[in-house]
């Protein structure tokens, strides 16, 4: 979808105080079967006695100021999370425009797994261009993978995850500093992939309420690709990844060589994945040096990934107005995303 018309502004993080070393948590024996391409990320722990949700409303606040935006001009606000926020039956969306203020938004919840943020900003930018009287639209993003519901360090193949909020405002007209033209965005999904979330489960009435009250996703995945084997799962990844990339290249018109397109971001996974997955399969496209990989600094985010790459993009690469941004993406379910960004200030 070409879009050019709405700008991306004030993207911001909110990390926590807490920072562990995957050495130190490898030293006292925490994490099991490590991947050492993961590296020697320090790992943002959100250990306090409050929701996680409180990320985003930290990194919101960051935006707002940062724009100087007012709370009020925030029509719409979109949050995501994929997992526990603080409190059971309960709207994070709601506290979040709460505590920032933004009173007169219309909060919604997004669970799309680490995806999220994208299908966030799709669906904000279509709201956008259908009501032109939607100001400024807010996508805020948090959480926190808490012990003992989730284990951090050995959750999932491929990775450990830290935790960390992000904001990011839609508006009309680009803020002074740190503004992005929204050039296109595209997504490719394969809904046939959710079993392997599930594969060899039983249903259960909520929560982490099975295996002694903890998380286990390597578990599925290792039944599920027992089944059906690796190849149909990477083959349709393959096709889903550059597909993505393809559609929102081409509805940019651009094709990937442009000396331009300076930044390719992707997930903050492990080392290998980097290279085998993302390396292999997008440096045909746009060269092996535009492409980078920041999962050796904090571990992978969920849904913070992407508001946590357009930051470090921004804030590291001296970017100049022209220069293009590629954002890759994917999420459980499965989904896969690209978001082509122009650099205006």
């Given at each position: 979808?070409?879009?050019?018309?709405?700008?991306?502004?004030?993207?911001?993080?909110?990390?926590?105080?807490?920072?562990?070393?995957?050495?130190?948590?490898?030293?006292?024996?925490?994490?099991?079967?490590?991947?050492?391409?993961?590296?020697?990320?320090?790992?943002?722990?959100f250990?306090?006695?409050?929701?996680?949700?409180?990320?985003?409303?930290?990194?919101?606040?960051?935006?707002?100021?940062?724009?100087?935006?007012?709370?009020?001009?925030?029509?719409?606000?979109?949050?995501?999370?994929?997992?526990?926020q603080?409190?059971d039956?309960?709207?994070?969306?709601?506290?979040?425009?709460?505590?920032?203020?933004?009173?007169?938004?219309?909060?919604?919840?997004?669970?799309?797994?680490?995806?999220?943020?994208?299908?966030?900003?799709?669906?904000?930018?279509?709201?956008?261009?259908?009501?032109?009287?939607?100001?400024?639209?807010?996508?805020?993003?948090?959480?926190?993978?808490?012990?003992?519901?989730?284990?951090?360090?050995?959750?999932?193949?491929?990775?450990?995850?830290?935790?960390?909020?992000?904001?990011?405002?839609?508006?009309?007209?680009?803020?002074?500093?740190?503004?992005?033209?929204?050039?296109?965005?595209?997504?490719?999904?394969?809904?046939?992939?959710?079993?392997?979330?599930?594969?060899?489960?039983?249903a259960?009435?909520?929560?982490?309420?099975?295996d002694?009250?903890?998380?286990?996703?390597?578990?599925?995945?290792?039944?599920y690709?027992?089944?059906?084997?690796?190849?149909?799962?990477?083959?349709?990844?393959?096709?889903?990844l550059?597909?993505?990339?393809?559609?929102?290249?081409?509805?940019?018109?651009?094709?990937?060589?442009?000396?331009?397109?300076?930044?390719?971001?992707?997930?903050?996974?492990?080392?290998?994945?980097?290279?085998t997955?993302?390396?292999?399969?997008?440096?045909?496209?746009?060269?092996?040096?535009?492409?980078?990989?920041?999962?050796?600094?904090?571990?992978?985010?969920?849904?913070?990934?992407?508001?946590?790459?357009?930051?470090?993009?921004?804030?590291?690469?001296?970017?100049?107005?022209?220069?293009?941004?590629?954002?890759?993406?994917?999420?459980?379910?499965?989904?896969?995303?690209?978001?082509?960004?122009?650099?205006?200030?």
């Open positions: 979808m070409f879009i050019g018309d709405l700008y991306l502004n004030g993207c911001a993080v909110s990390y926590p105080a807490t920072r562990v070393p995957v050495a130190e948590a490898l030293a006292q024996g925490l994490v099991r079967d490590f991947d050492e391409t993961i590296g020697n990320p320090d790992v943002p722990v250990d306090e006695n409050a929701p996680a949700a409180d990320m985003a409303v930290e990194a919101l606040r960051q935006s707002l100021k940062s724009t100087g935006t007012d709370a009020s001009d925030v029509d719409l606000l979109i949050h995501c999370g994929w997992w526990h603080g409190f039956i309960w709207s994070a969306a709601h506290y979040v425009a709460h505590r920032t203020g933004a009173l007169g938004a219309v909060p919604m919840n997004l669970s799309q797994g680490c995806n999220a943020p994208m299908a966030a900003l799709e669906l904000t930018v279509r709201a956008m261009r259908a009501d032109d009287t939607i100001r400024t639209g807010a996508v805020t993003a948090a959480d926190a993978m808490q012990f003992p519901q989730v284990d951090r360090w050995n959750l999932n193949y491929g990775c450990v995850h830290g935790d960390a909020g992000t904001a990011m405002l839609v508006s009309r007209e680009p803020a002074a500093r740190g503004a992005f033209r929204i050039v296109s965005i595209a997504s490719k999904a394969a809904p046939e992939l959710e079993e392997m979330n599930r594969s060899g489960y039983t259960t009435p909520g929560p982490a309420l099975r002694g009250g903890r998380v286990d996703l390597k578990a599925a995945k290792k039944a690709l027992t089944q059906y084997g690796m190849d149909g799962f990477m083959g349709r990844s393959r096709e889903a550059t597909g993505c990339v393809r559609q929102a290249l081409q509805d940019a018109g651009l094709d990937g060589g442009e000396s331009r397109i300076r930044v390719v971001s992707v997930p903050r996974l492990s080392g290998k994945i980097f290279e997955v993302y390396r292999a399969q997008l440096a045909p496209l746009f060269g092996a040096e535009k492409l980078v990989w920041w999962g050796d600094r904090t571990a992978h985010l969920g849904v913070a990934d992407v508001g946590a790459n357009i930051e470090d993009t921004h804030d590291e690469h001296a970017l100049e107005p022209g220069d293009i941004t590629v954002v890759v993406n994917a999420g459980g379910g499965y989904t896969w995303s690209c978001l082509v960004l122009e650099s205006v200030a």
